[in-house]
Each structure stands twice: as C-alpha cells, then as structure tokens.
C-alpha cells in the first residue's frame, strides 16, 4: 500500500516540477528518451499544447521506451483519437495479460478458486494506478502535467521511478476531455502575447462562451462517469472496466485565486461514503502535503 502513496507523492511532485527534462530533483534520465521540449519545441509551461502535439509527444514515448505501451481506446465526437499511456517496467508489461487477469480475480471473488489464490495474487501482482488528466478542457496544466509523468517514467533511471515502474502498472489519460482541451487551447494560443499578462482583466484570463470546460456538445464530463451520456465516457469505461485499477487519481485544477485541493474532503461529506474510503482519503492526503511541503508549495 506504500506504493499508492508514493506514486500520489511522485504525480503531485510532477504537476509543479520544474521545467522538462527535469522532473525529480536530482533525478537522473535516460537521454535516448526525447523530452518534451524536443519534440513540441518549447519548455512545458511556456505555452498550452495543442491535441496535435500531445498525439506526437505520446508517439515519440512509445517508439522509444520498451517501458510503455500506447493504447487507443475510441474517437471524440471531434474525430480526436482517445487514449491511453500504459508504463511499467518491461517484466510487468510483458505479461499484462496476466496481470489484468488476477485482477479480475480479486475484482469478482467469483471467479477465484481458492482464498490461497487471492492471497497469492494479492502478494504478488503490481498495483494498478489509474491517472486521468483534463476531463475539463479549460483546467489547462492537468495535461501538461502529464506529458511530464509519462517522461519520468519512461527515462527516469533514479531509485524511486524504478521502484514505481517494478510495482506499479500506470495507465495515462493524458487528455480525458480532446475535444473541450483544443477549445480552450486554441483560443488561448490565439491571444497570448510574448509574455504573460498578470492583469486579471487581460483578454488571456477572459476565456469567451462556450469555454472549453465541456465536450463538443458542451456536456460537463465530470458528471458523465455514472451516466454514460457521451461518446467519450462510453468508450473510457469499457477499458477501465477491463483493469478496475485500485487507485484512480482524477487531476483538476483550482482558479488562480484558489488554493490547491487534496483529500482530505471538506465536509459535508457524502453520508454513503464508507470508512475505508475517508480513511484512504487522509492517507492520500497527507501523502500529497508532504510532496508540497518538500516542494515549498503553500
């Protein structure tokens, strides 16, 4: 269960790290893995990228890392191609069959043969982590945050990337939301000067109706997950049905004006909720204040 938290710990340190190639402070990186900033042209964080150039960067990854396997789930309503970045180490990924097969098993007791077979399971396979970025198209360095995860674990040659990849299998939505994430992006691109404009009147930070928080028929993603309304929830659910990963991490972003938010949730607090869920909720949490505070995050 030290893993879950660590790999919190990592994604929470990735979303503010400084800029590509380096992720980890004094980490160390494979140089025949392409950064970012090779590929796109520019250092994350410089500018938004464009569904093109995140469709190329995860191409790159996949041509170059035997640690990642690229897996296209579906089109938007837009015609942009779903997908997701599965990383692991090489052992694990050879045999993700084999791995998403016991899961089933400790998914469905049904399908066990014995109590000795789930603890066999339990104690051997790698947890499964599921990382969504963007399902709002506006929250814009949620995917940005994710081509920096899918480099540090792919390149990354340090203790701690190497002990994630060999108990962890990490599966990527670097963009859960395409369609609303060009929206935006390409109204943003189109009104950026040469530098920032920290006015809170400047045009950059007054994003025009329809905004790119929904899909193309503006539907709020977020509240799609249970109803299946849309193309896109409808074709992600059948592939996190396949894996039921044991954490699924759904990476937002606050306004400007706001704080950044982790568990533990602010009451009230759905009374359905069982214990194990608040229990893990403050585990996560405070997996997630120690990587700011080493950080200096406030």
């Not at 309304?229 to 400007?256: A, C, N």
Request: aromatic share 12%.
């Amino acid at each position: 269960m030290k893993l879950f938290v660590s790999l919190l710990i990592f994604s929470s340190a990735v979303c503010f790290a400084q800029p590509s190639p380096i992720v980890f402070k004094g980490g160390t990186y494979d140089p025949s893995i392409p950064t970012p900033e090779s590929v796109i042209g520019y250092t994350i964080g410089e500018r938004y990228t464009d569904y093109r150039n995140l469709e190329l960067y995860a191409e790159r990854l996949a041509a170059s890392s035997n640690r990642i396997q690229r897996v296209m789930y579906g089109n938007t309503y837009e015609m942009r191609p779903l997908q997701v970045l599965i990383i692991s180490s090489p052992a694990n990924l050879a045999r993700l069959g084999e791995i998403k097969t016991n899961n089933a098993i400790l998914t469905d007791p049904r399908l066990s043969k014995s109590k000795s077979e789930i603890e066999n399971i339990t104690n051997t396979m790698p947890a499964v982590v599921w990382l969504s970025y963007g399902v709002h198209g506006n929250e814009s360095s949620s995917p940005e945050a994710a081509l920096l995860t899918a480099y540090q674990l792919c390149a990354g040659t340090d203790a701690r990337t190497l002990n994630i990849l060999e108990n962890t299998v990490v599966i990527i939505d670097p963009a859960v939301n395409p369609d609303g994430r060009e929206r935006f992006v390409q109204w943003a691109n189109s009104v950026m000067g040469t530098k920032p404009n920290l006015a809170p009147e400047a045009l950059e930070h007054s994003e025009p109706w329809p905004r790119g928080r929904t899909n193309h028929y503006y539907f709020d993603l977020n509240r799609d997950w249970a109803w299946m309304t849309q193309k896109e929830s409808q074709e992600r659910i059948k592939l996190y049905r396949q894996w039921m990963p044991h954490v699924h991490v759904d990476f937002h972003e606050m306004g400007y004006q706001s704080s950044y938010f982790f568990f533990p949730a602010a009451v009230p607090i759905h009374a359905e909720f069982p214990p194990e869920v608040k229990k893990w909720g403050r585990i996560f949490g405070a997996g997630n204040a120690a990587a700011f505070d080493e950080l200096g995050i406030q």
